[in-house]
């Protein structure tokens, strides 16, 4: 009868442990869903913060230019210096 006890025992033990693992997965899923509402609305956020990269395309070209003219003015004024 002993061996019963035990048995009976184990398998409360293992039934218990079953159950919170139940519990615990259930808030770990509720947990991940609000991970992922937030990330979401993170994201809908970062159009109103930031520019898009179509949008940028022209203002780099123009700043390209005008640093390209600037490095060309300095080239041109050492060569003229070392020409003379």
Not at 13 to 32: D, I, M, P, S, W
Request: hydrophobic share 45%; glycine share 8%.
């Amino acid at each position: 009868m002993p061996k019963d006890k035990t048995v009976k025992e184990r398998i409360a033990v293992v039934e218990n442990e079953v159950k919170n693992l139940g519990q615990a997965v259930e808030t770990g899923f509720e947990r991940v869903g609000k991970d992922i509402k937030t990330l979401s609305d993170k994201f809908d956020s970062l159009d109103k913060k930031y520019v898009t990269k179509a949008e940028f395309a022209p203002i780099q070209k123009f700043v390209y230019s005008i640093v390209g003219a600037v490095g060309l003015a300095v080239i041109g004024a050492l060569l003229s210096l070392v020409i003379k």
